[in-house]
């Protein structure tokens, strides 16, 4: 049975977002028997890994390029929905003699569950297996989710996210019971899915981490903080902001570096902020960066911050390879971290502030800058050892025997 995977990415993102990281490292080892093809829109983010004969590609039209550039809001709908259209297409003229293991690794996008739901209905000897990697269930009306939402964004635009997410709900919660096996990222995720998924076969991977990789040696710290991810507001960018301006009061040389993918919107808002505290020397944007980079700036740097209010799971690939680079971490206090927070916090290499907790985070960087060196090293080394637990490889392998066994079936 041959595996098609609907692992498209959405052209902004590029291949930024943590799923797509995820499903890259589970593709890189994947096993030789596996017979599989991926789907994706040119130009492709796995072009680097996967044989050419092994990608199934197709193009965005012009149209939606040029909204995504002029009307970003609107441009990300229309290639979602031409996506959503393109995969279905495709993945149902590579399904041979009624069968295929249909692989949804991004399962909390609709533009790529609608058209596996879809297929599992037209082709009901085929497998489907979806990852969910963010996801919750909803209980507020779309007003009280409008203004949970416009914190950080324009009325118009939180009012379209929220129904968006209530729709994204509704449409799992009634259709869910066609995937045959569903993955996700956190046994606290499992207790949630699990008022919807009516079936046994449901497991968690969490997020993981290049345990071999290089990292360089004897760099000159050049940076107090650092935030290496999604630069976006869940992810706690305008946070993080607020905590930097408290954190130069005391610090007046204190610099905070950003590595990141970001949009338009979110970098006009970022480098407006930035003027406003009057942050421009202790601050800087690198962007999206290389792997290389990315290490080098972890290397240049003390400490991780990553102040979401909230998060799937803990850790995530962010911190992970922060704290494989030796960094400890500052995180807001959230749900998901009761599961590792006992076990972390003993060892004082994650520092975990009240959620929101603006001046007590900026008071434990301060802190934490004026430690000795030899106290440092050994939250160091108890970091990587932590991170050394998320190997990519065992991770990637657990989903494997699942996908070997829906082969079989």
Not at 335 to 340: G, Q, R, T, Y
Request: hydrophobic share 45%.
């Amino acid at each position: 049975m041959e595996i098609l995977i609907i692992g498209t990415h959405q052209t902004y993102l590029k291949s930024y977002a943590g799923g797509y990281v995820r499903l890259r490292e589970f593709i890189k080892r994947f096993p030789s028997e596996f017979n599989y093809k991926v789907i994706d829109v040119r130009p492709s983010i796995y072009e680097d890994i996967v044989e050419k004969d092994k990608l199934i590609l197709f193009n965005n039209p012009r149209i939606v390029k040029l909204l995504l550039t002029l009307f970003f809001p609107l441009g990300v709908l229309c290639e979602r929905v031409w996506m959503g259209f393109s995969i279905y297409k495709l993945a149902k003229k590579n399904i041979k003699n009624g069968k295929a293991l249909i692989y949804v690794p991004i399962g909390d996008l609709l533009h790529l569950y609608i058209p596996a739901i879809i297929l599992k209905k037209e082709f009901p000897q085929s497998k489907l297996l979806i990852d969910i990697l963010n996801f919750g269930v909803i209980e507020k009306n779309i007003f009280q989710l409008t203004n949970k939402l416009k914190k950080n964004s324009n009325l118009f635009t939180s009012f379209i996210l929220a129904t968006f997410y209530l729709i994204t709900f509704f449409i799992i919660k009634n259709t869910i019971k066609k995937v045959d096996f569903v993955f996700t990222v956190s046994k606290d995720l499992i207790t949630e899915i699990k008022k919807i998924y009516p079936k046994n076969t449901i497991d968690y991977t969490p997020s993981g981490v290049s345990v071999n990789v290089r990292i360089p040696k004897k760099t000159k710290k050049k940076y107090l903080g650092v935030y290496v991810g999604r630069v976006t507001e869940q992810k706690g960018i305008y946070n993080l902001l607020e905590v930097w301006r408290e954190v130069v009061k005391e610090k007046p040389e204190a610099k905070l570096a950003i590595a990141g993918f970001m949009d338009i919107e979110t970098s006009g808002i970022i480098k407006s902020r930035i003027e406003k505290f009057g942050l421009e020397k202790n601050i800087v944007i690198f962007g999206a960066v290389t792997e290389e980079d990315k290490y080098k700036i972890l290397s240049e740097s003390e400490i991780f911050l990553h102040l979401a209010n909230c998060e799937p799971l803990f850790p995530v690939i962010g911190i992970l390879e922060g704290l494989i680079s030796g960094l400890p971490c500052v995180v807001f206090d959230m749900p998901v971290l009761k599961a590792e927070v006992s076990k972390t916090i003993k060892n004082n290499f994650v520092f975990v502030i009240s959620n929101g907790n603006i001046q007590e985070a900026s008071k434990v960087i301060v802190e934490y800058d004026s430690y000795p060196k030899s106290k440092k090293i050994v939250i160091s080394n108890k970091a990587k050892q932590f991170a050394s637990k998320f190997d990519w490889n065992e991770i990637a392998n657990k989903e494997f025997l699942v996908i070997k066994n829906l082969i079989k079936q």
